[in-house]
C-alpha cells in the first residue's frame, strides 16, 4: 500500500482526542494535510501509512483540541485590562457608565485593531483556538484585520443597541439602524467557505434591544446558519427590568417572541427561575458559563448558579472568560470546582465534563461542532501541544486528572489553527510579540488619558 502523503506528523504524544468514545492514545501520532486532519491512531500503527513531509518528535507532549472560550470582549478590556479599582461602591449600572463605556469610547480604530491583535496572542498562547466575541465591538473593519492578523478563528459583532432609554430618543430608528448594522456585517463578513473570522448577529443583550432586534437577529442566523449571543441576567437587575416593562421574566418572554433556540448562546443566567431554566432546556439554547467574571462580580452563581442542573436537563454549556484573563483552562477548572463546592458534591462536573465545557460544547455552541472541538480525521486541525517538561506536568500518570486540575495554559507550547503552527516554543510565530506589547502599553495610557475616568495608575 502507498503512504498517503501528509505535510506534517507529530509522534509519541498523549493525543486526548475527545471524540465520541473520548479516547486518550498513548504513543500516539497525529498527521495534518492542508487545514485538516490527516490520519490519528498509535504511532506504531500510523508510521508506515504516511509519508510526512515533515516530523515532530511529541513525545514531550500532551495534544488536546484547541479550547474555545465562548464568551469574550476582544476590545475595551485588553488594553486597559485590570485598570478599574474592585472595591469602589457604584452599583453595576454606574461601574458601567463611569468606568467601562468611557474606556470603549476612548478606542480609535487602531486602537480595536491592537487589542484584537493582543486579545488573540494572549488567547492563542493559553491553548485557545476560537472564541465568540461579546458583541461590543465598535470598529469591525479594524478588529478583523487584527484577527486575520494573528490567525485565530473566532466569531464577532459589532455593538448594536436598538432600545430608547431616554424620551428623547426615537426608538423606531434605533431599532432600524439596529437591525440594519446586524445585516450589513453578516453579509460583509460571512461564514461560509470555512472563514476564519466571520460576523455573527450579537446582542449585548439585558434590555438593551427591541423585540424587533432580537427576532431579525435570529432570523438572520437561522437563515445564515449562524448564531446570536447575548449577556442575560447575571444580577438581579434583569429580571426586574423585565417583570416591570414587559410584565415576565427575561427568558420567559424570550421564548414568547420566539427567538430561543440551539443556535442562542446566551451568557451568565444566574439570576433564572425554575420555569427559565425548563424554558432553556426545552429550547436547546446554550448557556455560557463565565465563573471567574460571576465571582468577581459578585453575581451569587455559587449560591444561585444552576449550571449542574442545566446539564443535568441537556443543556449545552460551554465556557467563557468573559475578559478576565484569556487562559480557558484555569476557567475550566474553576467552573467544575465551583458547583462542586456549592452543592458540597464532589462528583459534580468530573475532569472528563469540564474538558467537554472548554472543547466540544463551546464547538457546538459557536456551531462549529463539525469543524472543531474534537481531534478526528477530517475535522480541521486546531489543536494545542501541552509541554510536560514543566513542574506542573510531572509526573505524567493520569492525564486527564492533571490537564483538567493540575496543568494551565502556562504549558502551552505550540498551537496549530486551521493546519497552521502559530504558537511555536511559547511565541506566536507571526506576530511580533515584542512589538505587540510596545505598542499596547503606549495605547493604553492614551486611551485612560483620553476616557476621562480617574487617574488610578500606581507611582
Ligand atoms: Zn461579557
Known amino acids: ?69 465562548a464568551h469574550i470582549h476582544i476590545t475595551g478590556d485588553p488594553l486597559t485590562r485590570g485598570y ?48 465568540l466575541e461579546a458583541g461590543t465591538i465598535r470598529y469591525l473593519d479594524e478588529v478583523f484585520e487584527g484577527l486575520v492578523e494573528a490567525g485565530i478563528r473566532g466569531r464577532i459583532g459589532a455593538w448594536v443597541e436598538g432600545r430608547a432609554f431616554s424620551p428623547e430618543d426615537d426608538e423606531a430608528a434605533l431599532t432600524g439602524k439596529a437591525i440594519r448594522l446586524l445585516e450589513q456585517e453578516v453579509a460583509r463578513f460571512p461564514a461560509d467557505s470555512g472563514a476564519r473570522i466571520a460576523a455573527w448577529p450579537i446582542l449585548i443583550g439585558h434590555s438593551t ?6 427576532k431579525a437577529a435570529k432570523a438572520l442566523a437561522d437563515a445564515n446558519n449562524l448564531g446570536v449571543s447575548a449577556h442575560l441576567s447575571p444580577y438581579r437587575a434583569d429580571p426586574a427590568w423585565y417583570l416591570d416593562n414587559l410584565g415576565r421574566r427575561p427568558i420567559a418572554h424570550l421564548a414568547e417572541i420566539g427567538v430561543l433556540g440551539d443556535n442562542l448562546c446566551l451568557t451568565h443566567l444566574v439570576h433564572i427561575d425554575d420555569q427559565e431554566e425548563a424554558l432553556l432546556a426545552e429550547s436547546r439554547t446554550n448557556a455560557i458559563l463565565c465563573p471567574f467574571a460571576a465571582l468577581k462580580g459578585a453575581f451569587g452563581i455559587s449560591a444561585l448558579g444552576r449550571a449542574p442542573e442545566m446539564a ?19 476557567k475550566m477548572a474553576l467552573a467544575a470546582a465551583l458547583f462542586k463546592d456549592a452543592r458540597q458534591d464532589t462528583k459534580i462536573f468530573p475532569a472528563g465534563q469540564a474538558l467537554d465545557m472548554a472543547t466540544l460544547n463551546g464547538a457546538r455552541a459557536l456551531q462549529l461542532q463539525d469543524e472543531i472541538g474534537s481531534i478526528a480525521v477530517g475535522k480541521k486541525a486546531d489543536f494545542v501541544l501541552h509541554d510536560t517538561d514543566r513542574p506542573e506536568w510531572r509526573p505524567v500518570l493520569n492525564v486527564l486528572q492533571q490537564l483538567v486540575w493540575c496543568a494551565d495554559g502556562r504549558g502551552v507550547h505550540s498551537v496549530w489553527v486551521d493546519g497552521v503552527r502559530v504558537v511555536e516554543n511559547y511565541r506566536h510565530t507571526q506576530v511580533d510579540e515584542d512589538e505587540l506589547y510596545a505598542a499596547a502599553q503606549v495605547a493604553g495610557e492614551a486611551i485612560i488619558k483620553r476616557s476621562g475616568i480617574p487617574d488610578v495608575r500606581a507611582g
Request: aromatic share 6%; glycine share 8%.
Open 84 to 131: 478599574v479599582p474592585d472595591d469602589i461602591s457604584d452599583a453595576f449600572g454606574d461601574t458601567l457608565q463611569r468606568w467601562v463605556i468611557p474606556r470603549y469610547l476612548a478606542h480609535t480604530p487602531a486602537d480595536e485593531r491592537l487589542s484584537a491583535r493582543l486579545a488573540a496572542v494572549e488567547m492563542l498562547r493559553a491553548g485557545t483556538t476560537c472564541f
Open 312 to 330: 443535568q436537563a441537556g443543556m449545552n454549556i460551554a465556557l467563557g472568560t468573559d475578559g478576565y484573563g484569556s487562559d480557558l483552562m484555569q
Open 1 to 69: 500500500m502507498t503512504p498517503e502523503r501528509v505535510d506534517t506528523i507529530i509522534k509519541g504524544a498523549v493525543i486526548v482526542t475527545q471524540d465520541e468514545e473520548r479516547r486518550i492514545i498513548r504513543d500516539g501520532a497525529l498527521a495534518i494535510r492542508g487545514d485538516r486532519i490527516a490520519a490519528l491512531g498509535k504511532r506504531s500503527e500510523l508510521e508506515d501509512k504516511v509519508d510526512a513531509t515533515s516530523m515532530i518528535d511529541g513525545r514531550r507532549f500532551v495534544i488536546t483540541p484547541g479550547f474555545i472560550d
Open 209 to 214: 434591544n427591541t423585540d424587533e432586534v432580537w
